[in-house]
């Protein structure tokens, strides 16, 4: 595994590697003198041919088979080879027990022989890496010591031989150490650099540390390239192995699970197995008796300063290591398996050899006496005592079971404690043992006694006695007008009897979906882990299409592969459909008003490696990953600790898609229908009763009756003698306890109620019984499907428009099981015979509630029609309000698109027809994105336009990508939406997801219909990296480093995006600077998506905290709608490191709930750009490997897509005056709370939640406008607005102002002609008083001349005085 140094040292040369590497072990060699002094008396080989040294292949296979055949007593070693190698080499292994067994003949045979009941496996393998040699000699020179010391009767190597079954492989990879040159210290192999021409390789260029299935690995390995692990992968699963140890050079450590984590951080993060505590146990071991690894500082060269505490150490913290055999051991097998690095040296010097065996010898000893620690016993069978093999024991509080071998024996490793110990079989009662206490030193002793899931048995008088057809339609709860076909038709038979592999299965669906294409469609919901697809064949007369009414139904087979019965039977069932429709009444009208789905293969890899004629083995039942998928699925009791497969995630996803009402899974290995549910919460054998128990009992029933062995419920008699099933039903947690079911999680959270049908007591029967099995369960299969059909059906109506309104709630009183409406309205609620209160409830309406009587026939047909609530509007109040462009075709067109995407498969449909995939395959830094960019400008120039935003702090640009069919162009009509990435450099799976979504675009405009359209129709704006200076610094794999997060300022822009009003924008960072100047603040965006890593979920606006969310249930909306188009982040389980509890309702979160900050971009764009935005994060590490880019462009495309279609939601408008002028800033204000505004053009576009909303409309000079609308969940509402203008004038009619002010214009005109009157008169008396005295001048003289002897001022004052005098007045008066 480690050879740690050969990526660290780089290029010395060999020479002066050697000379530090002799300088180094010198210290340690004298140091092991003591101890290896007093272990060199007991060596027990002689003579000096004999001395330790290196073989090559011809002389390993004559030692190894002389020491078999020659040196060893009869019975005690074995010989035999597990394969060979790439270039032909065997792959030897030894076996060394007392008193082996004969080898077994057949072709699942182990050539070591079979198992030893009651003995511990255990298995030391070595020189995996060609040029790690020294474990492959101390192999070879420990299976001499043993033989040894058992012919000379050594106590303590008799009673390991005697306890202990033990399996050494000096050499996995052969080839690898043909080519290993003695002395290579570093593996350079000559070349100067490690790994190359090394050895360290297979043939074909492998590290076999690398190349086994990874539970952290997006992809499986390709298996083909390494011979060498298939072999031992194959060994592995033909035995039980309980303890292993893998031997490699490079450094003095004991290396212990797990070798990675699913952040595949480079080294420092501890990443801990369930059995944490027992690997540090079994480390530490062997770590204690080496004289140099006990130290904790092998001091190797180039690492001197390197310490492993105790001499041991988590293998991911070392350094991670994806594809390594140790995890591959713990995880698919019982085996616990170390790693121990033997020496400094890969290749040390022969003559160091005999020194390196006494430094370990006590530790090999030691390590396999280990395997006999824990507890140990055996499961059998209360009634026979027989062992009862795969039966399973799990310990409480640890999350990892082992299962029991052939004999029913287990070893299960622990370290000393109290424990509470349970065993589990099918078709028995789980039995725990408490407080078993388990000490320093052998195992303690704990045996299971099992007893049979029976009840009293009813009498055998009627067990053989068919079930006539008169009986059963009298005992068949038939629901369709049809109930069987008339005695004179004779349906059509399938004739296709044979077992199907894949190939076959995959032809047989073509062709009858090729000569049935009226009533058929063929599609795939994934692939499986091996990449074969999960085919379905939907049967219906009129497939690909949802009839309003029409129940979805489903079966689905084969889930565990080596359970076959139920996917021959589909098979027959589509053929027998298929050729029977349109002459059989029964087949014509189950399609006609059904809709069937049906899946013949969900495990299609366990199938092919699964064995015709397995009557209750275990070969093939796994998926390739080894999980069982049946255990696979989230649970209502318990935390499911194994990864999501992706057989079960396509699965999940499957009937997330479809409105399934009800579905049967076949399995094989008794015969009984299984219903909920399937475990409880103490994890025990006990009835676990779902709200729908009578129901499921019934359903249950209508298959069991038809088939008449079932319903007799003795299933397997010369299986299980004793068990008993009263009428061939049971509840699953009553007859075993199976957390992690299918069909519970069916139950739990969709629609759809799914029962578990066991169909034989053989698992895999030879195709010649085919036929039999078709008969018993034909009438079965068709009666089943017609349960879909009872209960209550109909739809649930919006009283103003009579529209179906999708996700109502359907609840039956006291029964605590909602189920929810479909797209058009449509719901199918499955109830049993009885008076039922039924309510209905909408968010946005008035519930309503209405009592309904189920018959025992068809449904029965309820329709609810729901008032919104606060419909009432205000009189006077309605605007003139019509739908924009009702007519225009190309309008019309576009909707239906829109429409069609949003409805089931339509973006899968899109994918599926574009003619051009992209395929990322690796991360692309600066340089190479704006060269990318470029090329796409230039290659695409008619629909692209590229310009830059601003540039960072280190001067790079800030790229934008414009996609429209006018990108150069103002299209205010048209919606805009933005996608950016990379505000943290660290996290740039982003960025590379929106450069594939770019180039996704562009290849398939004029090649694929709606993505032309979309671009049409859609002004789109990608900004792949808003921080180029941190993207450039940030190092791959580096899963949790916060390098390169900040821009070179040490900034986190997404703290920067504050408020105008609280920072100057001149103090912004200039990445922000740009973002707001040049994107956010033109106001002109209808969404934004935000990528970023960490962790994975989707979260909206606020990321402030104490921030009231307006909008909430929209952008909470567009949150869900990313998380739901995504295969796994709706489940809610990042299954990030040190988060694996963490529970995410479908994969959304408030912001502020998720990591409160201030300065967020999404909340800047909503205060300020008035623009929803929800941030995605992608994955739980920031900057994974570039080789699971590929699966993270697969996982998120559709969600990406998704949201180029919800843009085109929400209520989109026209603001005009009444000359059909358009009106611009006019303030849209929704819901009392979310503002935008209308632009050029007077158009305004905003998204909403489904449902009825508030609309006002104002402007300065025109009259408000309110509404209500109502936003459709697949198109967006069209609003046409006219707007009146205002005729009020401070607040009062413009009648009355208008009035006043013209009787007070009439006032003042008035009053000034009274004025002028008057001073008129006044100005007129004043100047006939001047004539006359001029006229008297003469007689007036002598009397002036003697009043001038006072004042003539005096005189004239007092004569002629008058605050009205004019100047002309003044004047003449002063001049007398």
């Given at each position: 595994m480690a050879g740690r140094g050969w990526w660290l040292t780089g290029g010395l040369a060999p020479l002066l590697l050697f000379l530090l590497l002799w300088r180094a072990e010198t210290a340690h060699i004298k140091k092991a003198e003591a101890a290896a002094s007093t272990t060199t008396a007991n060596a027990s080989v002689t003579g000096a041919a004999l001395l330790m040294h290196y073989m090559d292949e011809a002389e390993l296979a004559s030692s190894l088979r002389s020491l078999a055949e020659d040196e060893a007593p009869p019975g005690l070693a074995r010989l035999f080879s597990l394969g060979r190698s790439g270039e032909g080499r065997e792959l030897w292994v030894l076996r060394l027990s007392a008193n082996l067994p004969e080898v077994e003949a057949g072709p699942d045979a182990d050539p070591g022989?079979?198992?030893?009941?009651?003995?511990?496996?255990?298995?030391?393998?070595?020189?995996?890496?060609g040029d790690e040699t020294l474990g492959r000699a101390?192999?070879?020179?420990?299976?001499?010591?043993?033989v040894s010391g058992w012919l000379q009767g050594d106590p303590r190597l008799l009673r390991l031989l005697n306890s202990t079954d033990l399996y050494l492989m000096p050499t996995l990879n052969p080839d690898g150490f043909a080519r290993a040159a003695e002395g290579d210290c570093a593996g350079a192999g000559g070349s100067g650099q490690a790994g190359t021409g090394s050895g360290r390789e297979n043939a074909r260029g492998k590290d076999l540390n690398r190349s086994f299935p990874d539970q952290f690995a997006a992809a499986r390995p390709d298996l083909a390239t390494v011979p060498e692990v298939r072999a031992l992968m194959e060994w592995m699963r033909r035995n039980r192995f309980v303890l292993s140890a893998n031997l490699h050079g490079g450094s003095v450590v004991a290396s212990y699970p797990y070798d990675d984590s699913a952040v595949h951080q480079r080294s420092g993060l501890y990443s801990r197995s369930a059995d944490d505590e027992v690997f540090k146990y079994l480390a530490k071991a062997y770590a204690s008796n080496h004289p140099i690894m006990k130290t904790g500082t092998p001091n190797c060269p180039g690492e001197e300063n390197e310490v492993f505490e105790g001499g041991i150490t988590n293998g991911a913290q070392w350094y991670d290591v994806e594809g390594g055999m140790q995890d591959y051991n713990y995880i698919w097998a019982n085996c616990?398996?170390?790693?121990?690095?033997?020496?400094?040296?890969?290749?040390?010097?022969?003559?160091?050899?005999?020194?390196?065996?006494?430094?370990?010898?006590e530790s090999l000893l030691t390590f396999i006496e280990k395997v006999h620690i824990g507890i140990k016993g055996f499961v059998r069978d209360s009634v026979t005592q027989a062992g009862l093999e795969n039966a399973t024991i799990s310990v409480a509080g640890i999350a990892h079971n082992i299962t029991t071998g052939r004999f029913g024996d287990y070893h299960r490793l622990l370290v000393p404690r109290t424990y509470n110990v349970t065993a589990a079989a099918v078709g028995y009662l789980p039995l725990t043992m408490v407080n078993v206490e388990v000490k320093e030193g052998n195992a303690t002793v704990v045996d299971f006694s099992l007893e049979p899931t029976v009840a009293v048995p009813i009498s055998d008088s009627t067990q053989d006695a068919p079930v006539t057809a008169t009986d059963s339609a009298t005992n068949a709860t038939n629901v369709?007008?049809?109930?069987?076909?008339?005695?004179?038709?004779?349906?059509?038979?399938?004739k296709d009897f044979r077992h199907h592999h894949f190939p076959d299965m995959e032809i047989f669906l073509r062709k009858y979906a090729n000569e049935y294409p009226s009533i058929t469609r063929l599609y795939s919901v994934g692939k499986s882990v091996e990449q074969r697809e999960l085919y379905v064949m939907e049967i219906s007369d009129n497939p690909g299409i949802h009839e309003l009414g029409e129940p979805e139904f489903k079966y689905i087979g084969n889930m565990h592969g080596n359970e076959v019965v139920g996917r021959e039977l589909l098979l027959n069932l589509i053929e027998y459909l298929c050729k029977n429709y349109g002459t059989d009444p029964e087949v014509t009208d189950l399609v006609q008003k059904t809709r069937i789905h049906i899946m013949p293969s969900m495990n299609p890899d366990g199938y092919e490696r699964s064995q015709e004629g397995d009557r209750e083995g275990t070969l093939g039942r796994n998926n390739s990953n080894n999980y069982d998928l049946n255990r696979n699925f989230p649970d209502q009791f318990f935390q499911i600790s194994d990864p999501l497969q992706p057989e079960t995630m396509a699965v999940m996803n499957w009937l997330k898609t479809y409105p399934f009402v009800l579905s049967a899974n076949l399995h094989g290995g008794s015969l009984v229908v299984n219903y909920p549910y399937d475990d409880d919460q103490r994890g025990t054998a006990t009835y676990s009763k779902s709200p729908d128990d009578s129901l499921f009992q019934q359903i249950?029933?209508?298959?069991?009756?038809?088939?008449?062995?079932?319903?007799?419920?003795?299933?397997?008699?010369?299986?299980?003698?004793?068990?008993?099933?009263?009428?061939?039903?049971?509840?699953?947690?009553?007859?075993?306890?199976?957390?992690?079911?299918?069909?519970?999680?069916?139950?739990?959270?969709?629609?759809?109620?799914?029962?578990?049908?066991?169909?034989?007591?053989v698992k895999y029967p030879k195709a010649e019984e085919l036929p039999r099995f078709w008969e018993q369960n034909r009438r079965s299969l068709l009666q089943f499907i017609k349960q879909v059909h009872r209960g209550v059906r109909g739809f649930v109506l919006d009283a103003t428009d009579g529209q179906g309104i999708l996700n109502a709630t359907v609840s039956i009183a006291n029964i605590d099981h909602p189920v929810s409406t479909y797209t058009g309205g449509d719901y199918w609620r499955l109830l049993a015979q009885g008076t039922y209160q039924i309510t209905v409830s909408a968010r946005g309406y008035n519930s309503e509630t209405k009592t309904v009587i189920v018959g025992d026939k068809s449904a029965v047909q309820v329709n609810f029609t729901l008032t919104r609530k606060d419909s009432k509007m205000e009189e006077g109040k309605m605007p003139d309000i019509n739908m924009a462009d009702a007519s225009d075709p190309v309008t019309k067109e576009f909707e239906m698109l829109i429409k069609n995407l949003s409805a089931e498969n339509g973006l899968e449909h899109l994918l599926l027809t574009s003619t051009a995939d992209v395929l990322p395959y690796r991360y692309r830094p600066y340089k190479d994105l704006s060269m990318f960019l470029r090329g796409l400008n230039l290659n695409y120039p008619l629909i692209t336009n590229l310009t830059s935003l601003g540039q960072s702090v280190e001067f790079r640009q800030i790229w934008s990508l414009e996609i429209s069919n006018k990108p150069n162009q103002s299209e205010p009509e048209e919606p805009k939406i933005r996608f950016v990435a990379g505000i943290h450099g660290n996290a740039p799976v982003g960025t590379e997801l929106l450069l594939a979504l770019a180039e996704f675009l562009c290849m398939?405009?004029?090649?694929?219909?709606?993505v032309t359209k979309l671009i049409d129709k859609t002004r789109i704006v990608i900004v792949p990296s808003l921080n180029p200076d941190g993207r450039e610094i940030a190092q791959e794999r580096d899963c949790a480093s916060k390098i390169g997060r900040t821009n070179a300022h040490g900034k986190d822009l997404d703290t920067d995006f504050t408020s105008n009003s609280s920072q100057q924008s001149g103090a912004r960072e200039p990445e922000t600077k740009a973002i707001i100047e040049n994107l956010i603040m033109k106001q002109?965006?209808?969404?934004s998506i935000a990528l970023d890593g960490g962790s994975l979920l989707v979260t909206y606006p606020y990321d402030k905290p104490v921030q009231t969310v307006e909008n909430k249930e929209t952008l909470k909306h567009l949150a869900s709608l990313y998380a739901a188009n995504h295969p796994t982040m709706y489940l809610g389980q990042s299954s990030c490191p040190n988060k694996s509890d963490e529970n995410i309702p479908g994969g959304v979160m408030l912001g502020a709930e998720w990591h409160s900050h201030l300065g967020s971009m999404k909340d800047f764009s909503v205060s300020y750009g008035h623009c929803p935005e929800i941030t995605v994060y992608t994955g739980c590490c920031y900057f994974p490997g570039a080789g699971q880019l590929p699966a993270l462009w697969a996982e998120n495309k559709k969600s990406l897509l998704a949201m180029l279609v919800e843009v085109h939601k929400g209520i989109y408008g026209l603001v005009q005056d009444r000359h059909g002028r358009p009106v611009s800033k006019v303030e849209i204000v929704l819901n009392e709370r979310v503002k935008v505004s209308t632009k050029?053009?007077?158009?305004?576009?905003?998204?909403?939640?489904?449902?009825y909303h508030n609309l006002h409309a104002r402007a300065d000079g025109y009259q408000q406008q309110h509404i209500q609308v109502l936003v459709h969940h697949d198109v967006a509402t069209f609003v046409h607005i006219q707007f009146d203008m205002d005729n009020r004038i401070f607040g009062l009619p413009r009648e009355l102002v208008v009035t006043v002010a013209g009787a007070t214009m009439s006032a003042l005109l008035l009053t000034a002609c009274i004025i002028w009157c008057v001073c008129s008169i006044k100005s007129n008396r004043h100047k006939d008083g001047f004539h006359r005295l001029r006229q008297h001048h003469d007689d007036y003289e002598d009397e002036i001349r003697m009043m001038s002897t006072g004042s003539k001022k005096s005189l004239l004052s007092h004569e002629f005085q008058d605050e009205t005098d004019t100047e002309e007045e003044t004047l003449y008066s002063s001049k007398h």
């Open positions: 022989g079979p198992p030893i009941a009651g003995r511990p496996q255990v298995k030391l393998v070595a020189n995996m890496h101390l192999l070879i020179r420990l299976a001499r010591e043993l616990f398996e170390v790693t121990f690095e033997l020496s400094c040296c890969k290749y040390p010097p022969a003559s160091q050899l005999e020194l390196e065996w006494e430094n370990n010898r369709t007008s049809t109930e069987r076909p008339t005695p004179a038709h004779q349906a059509i038979q399938p249950a029933l209508a298959y069991a009756k038809e088939n008449a062995q079932m319903f007799q419920g003795h299933p397997c008699t010369e299986m299980y003698p004793d068990e008993y099933f009263p009428h061939g039903i049971t509840n699953g947690a009553h007859w075993y306890n199976v957390p992690g079911g299918m069909q519970d999680w069916n139950y739990l959270n969709t629609n759809c109620f799914e029962l578990t049908i066991e169909l034989g007591c398939n405009y004029k090649k694929n219909l709606a002109d965006f209808s969404l050029e053009g007077g158009y305004f576009h905003v998204l909403l939640t489904p449902g």
